[in-house]
């Protein structure tokens, strides 16, 4: 698979500080950055620098660990405290996607039977690694369950950029098309360029090409003509949260093609995996959506599109009710239909 590994990682361990993909500056800069303190990673994440909801999980694990490496005190008790007050600063930085608070939690609780700061410290770093180094193997998984569903000559829409950058690699609406690529399956892939961010347009289309998988761009509004003219034989999108009936929140426009493809009489697939279940959010209506700067819609790269003054509604999600998704696609299967027995299943699997 030389052509997904040419894909840089978004987020790496360095022991001093953490080094991430700069995806605001893809495709035209492949940038990385150095995050050495806490805030950097906070920033890193609300300003969408590394983004998609597993990234967000394993960056903000890692930050947790280097802040954790800092501490001076020997005090366990002491330190269990400051890693609380760190875990709750990194999970302000965005509310939607579940996976940040499934990474951070899963930090708090690996240290929850340690006695000395010192083994504390060391599993810290193992368990943001572990995170890593998991996600990669899941998202293998969830690739091959989804490439099960697809035939060779099939054209497929996808939104966002639900990719190897967004995850440890592979991706996870993306990671059937790096398998059908590495088995010799023709998939033409159909971008949406997702707007306002044009996370479709500027990431989805670049890791996709870079890997030799064809790929057309489309802008949002053109959905409706390209299922019908290009007769799209599904679609499929990530997830930042599924809640426990199964209704999903993803990026904003989601929503929209997941009723289109209920028109079109076409299949509608959700990949993503079991961190992004949140069995205690009970339906989609609890799903916390991120609204974020106004300035994302009145500007186009740096430049101003609308009127000064303008009133402006930006949500980053929507929510698709799960009547309109096909199937849920895990590292434990592909569940279709009775979300709210399937999905606690997935589990205990
Ligand atoms: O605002 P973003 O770019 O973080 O939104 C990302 C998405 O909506 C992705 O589809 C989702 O996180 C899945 S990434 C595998």
């Given at each position: 698979m030389a052509e997904l590994l040419s894909i840089p990682r978004s987020v790496e361990w360095n022991d001093t500080h953490i080094t991430i993909l700069n995806q605001q500056k893809l495709p035209f800069q492949t940038e990385y950055l150095e995050l050495k303190e806490l805030a950097d990673v906070w920033d890193a994440i609300a300003t969408l620098k590394v983004r998609g909801a597993p990234a967000i999980g394993i960056t903000a694990a890692y930050g947790l660990a280097l802040a954790a490496?800092?501490?001076?005190?020997?005090?366990i008790a002491e330190f269990r405290k400051l890693l609380q007050k760190d875990r709750d600063y990194l999970a302000?930085?965005?509310?939607?996607?579940v996976n940040l608070f499934w990474a951070l939690d899963r930090l708090v609780a690996?240290?929850?039977?340690?006695?000395?700061v010192n083994e504390a410290k060391t599993a810290l770093v193992h368990e943001a690694t572990r995170i890593q180094v998991e996600d990669e193997e899941t998202c293998r998984t969830i690739g091959e369950y989804a490439l099960s569903l697809f035939q060779d000559g099939d054209r497929i829409l996808t939104i966002c950029n639900a990719g190897s950058i967004a995850t440890?690699?592979?991706?996870?609406?993306l990671a059937p098309f790096y398998l059908a690529k590495e088995k010799g399956i023709n998939l033409h892939v159909y971008a949406s360029e997702t707007r306002p961010v044009l996370q479709g347009a500027r990431l989805t289309t670049w890791e996709l090409m870079q890997a030799g998988i064809d790929v057309t761009l489309i802008t949002d509004n053109m959905a409706a003509q390209t299922m019908r003219t290009k007769r799209i034989t599904a679609v499929i999108v990530g997830a930042d949260r599924i809640a426990a009936n199964g209704d999903t929140a993803n990026k904003i426009g989601t929503f929209g093609l997941a009723l289109l493809a209920k028109a079109f009489g076409i299949p509608f697939y959700v990949a993503a995996p079991l961190s992004t279940i949140d069995l205690a959010t009970k339906t989609g209506q609890d799903i916390p959506i991120e609204e974020r700067n106004p300035e994302e819609v009145t500007h186009l790269a740096g430049m101003r599109i609308a009127p000064e003054g303008v009133n402006v509604y930006n949500p980053a999600f929507d929510v698709t009710p799960h009547?309109?998704?096909?199937a849920i696609i895990t590292e434990k299967g592909i569940i279709r239909g009775?979300?709210?027995?399937a999905l606690p299943a997935l589990f205990n699997i």
């Open positions: 490496q800092r501490y001076e005190t020997d005090s302000s930085s965005r509310p939607t996607a690996s240290i929850a039977h340690t006695s000395s440890a690699r592979y991706g996870t609406a009547e309109l998704i096909t009775n979300y709210e027995t």
